[in-house]
Every structure is written in structure tokens, then in C-alpha cells.
């Protein structure tokens, strides 16, 4: 094994915190990590990783280490694709949610791969709030307000918002006009994966925000099943309005209390901080800029 591959395998013990899992995720057998990594150790004359019973972690030197081998195997990446002038090439792991992917991300991709045929992109869908380094994810696209995080990110707009419920339901229970009107109504709850805790609906009143909840029968963790659910009458939601064109054209959903709109939602690419960009995510993300830009109208 020479010593850029040394450096891939170390990178990924770190990041994973497993000899074993790290093994697993180069297609590797475990006893040729561990004797690599010790070969490496000797060679540094330096103890890079501390093992204990539950998982593996860098000293301080190794930590070290780990930074500069990052930059290293970056600039060789992009070095040896410059000079043979190659196109970006290898895994590109995209986490989304699955409502914006199919939105803002499949319709040009089978552009975005025609021009990087040597790309192969692997994309998961979600909303949690994920650990890239640790699952070997480049980058990560995410709607709302960001948290305090080590990551970078990349501003690509702001998503219009709107209330809105089904024919059926507000015949049932009548059109709020004002937000007084909302008592007696109920919503569909959206619960959040990260807290747990139901978000309630909110209303710009003369320049300020204001947040009302109602009474629900149900909640849900995902955008689609709560459009369905306000499909079939269930209550009142709030989302974006970027995935209901249809739904308002054939009058299955109404748009509610216009005057008083719940505003935008930041959508937000976020890659690690202490990572240099490899080209394939580079033109990723000049790619998904524009993209969602056009789209976004």
C-alpha cells in the first residue's frame, strides 16, 4: 500500500471511528486496515489513533495528521486533473430532502451527468441533521433556519410559504377571513425529526411574526404526507409554495389569509468546514446554484 492510500484509509478510520466499518466502506478486510495502520504509525514513529473498546479516535497528533492529509489528498486530486485534463470523477454522496430533490435536483441531473460522465452520484433524502464527515457525505442541501455547526454554507434563496386547506374541509368548517377567525380550526401538524417538537403555524402581522397553534389530529414528519393529508380535508398547513402549483391551479388546495403570509424559508448547501472542496462537488454546487435559481420562480 503506498502512502496517498495510507493516507485514504487513515482519513476514513478517523471519520468513522472504526477500523472495522472503515474496512467495510473501502471493501477492505479488516486485518489489512489495522496493518496499515500500523505500518503507519511506525513509519511516523507517532501514535495517531487511540483505541478503546468502543470505537477509535485521533490522538492529537493524529488529528494533525488528519488535516494534512486532507489538503494533501485534495491538491493531488485536483493536480492530476488538471494537468491530464480530466473531467470530475468518482462517488458524490447529496443528502436532501426528498420533496426539494425531486423539485429542484432530478429534473436537470440527467443534464448535470451527461456532462460529468464519470461522476456517479449517490442521493439520500432527509431532514435530519446528518454528521457528513462520519457517513462519507459531500454535501448536504437544507431549508430553514441554520444552527450553530462547524459547516460551511452556501445560500441558494429563499422559499415562499404559504396557509392553505382543502374545498372540503373549509366548507366543513368555514374560510378564516382574519386570524380570529382561525378558532374552532384545526392544522396538520409538522413535527420536527430534530426536536420532536410540533412547529406551529405563523403569520407576519404589520412587520411582526406571529406563531398560532391549533388543535390537530394528526402530525407528520414529512412534507408530502402532510399535502396529502390537507388534500383529504384533514386541517390546515403551511409550506412551500414551490410544490403546490398544481394543487392550486385545480382548486385542490386554496390558499388562506394572503394578507397575512408566514414569509420565506432560507434553503441552505452545507459542506464540512475543515474539508478542501474535490472537484466533482465543486461543480456540484456552481451546478445546484443555477439550478435552483431557474427554478425557484
Not at 414551490?242 to 424559508?265: C, H, K, N
Request: aromatic residues 6%.
Amino acid at each position: 500500500m503506498d502512502k496517498l492510500d495510507s493516507m485514504r484509509l487513515f482519513t476514513r478510520v478517523v471519520e468513522l471511528r472504526s477500523f472495522t466499518q472503515a474496512a467495510q466502506d473501502l471493501d477492505l478486510k479488516r486485518s489489512t486496515v489495522t496493518d496499515a495502520i500500523k505500518q503507519l504509525e511506525q513509519r511516523l514513529n507517532v501514535r495517531l489513533l487511540q483505541r478503546t473498546t468502543r470505537h477509535v479516535s485521533a490522538t492529537l497528533d493524529g488529528e494533525a495528521y488528519y488535516q494534512r492529509c486532507l489538503r494533501i489528498l485534495a491538491d493531488v486530486e485536483e493536480a492530476e486533473m488538471a494537468f491530464a485534463g480530466a473531467q470530475p470523477k468518482g462517488i458524490l454522496r447529496v443528502d436532501v430532502h426528498g420533496t426539494m430533490a425531486r423539485y429542484f435536483v432530478l429534473p436537470g441531473l440527467p443534464d448535470f451527468l451527461a456532462r460529468y460522465p464519470d461522476i456517479e452520484m449517490v442521493l439520500s433524502e432527509g431532514d435530519r441533521l446528518v454528521d457528513l464527515v462520519r457517513e462519507g457525505i459531500d454535501c448536504v442541501i437544507r431549508a430553514g433556519e441554520l444552527k450553530d455547526s462547524d459547516m460551511v454554507a452556501r445560500s441558494l434563496g429563499q422559499l415562499e410559504e404559504i396557509t392553505c386547506a382543502s374545498p372540503d374541509y373549509l366548507q366543513r368548517v368555514g374560510t378564516p377571513k382574519m386570524l380570529e377567525d382561525l378558532q374552532g380550526h384545526q392544522m396538520i401538524g409538522y413535527r420536527s425529526t430534530a426536536t420532536g417538537g410540533l412547529l406551529p403555524l405563523v403569520f407576519n402581522v404589520e412587520g411582526k411574526v406571529r406563531s398560532v397553534t391549533l388543535p390537530t389530529t394528526l402530525s407528520v414528519t414529512g412534507a408530502e404526507s402532510m399535502k396529502e393529508a390537507a388534500r383529504r380535508g384533514l386541517g390546515i398547513i403551511q409550506v412551500p409554495k414551490y410544490g403546490l402549483t398544481e394543487d392550486l391551479q385545480s382548486g385542490a388546495l386554496v390558499q388562506l389569509l394572503p394578507q397575512f403570509s408566514p414569509g420565506s424559508m432560507q434553503v441552505s448547501l452545507l459542506y464540512p468546514r475543515n474539508r478542501q472542496l474535490s472537484p466533482r462537488v465543486r461543480v456540484f454546487i456552481d451546478w445546484i446554484v443555477k439550478e435552483f435559481a431557474a427554478r425557484n420562480q
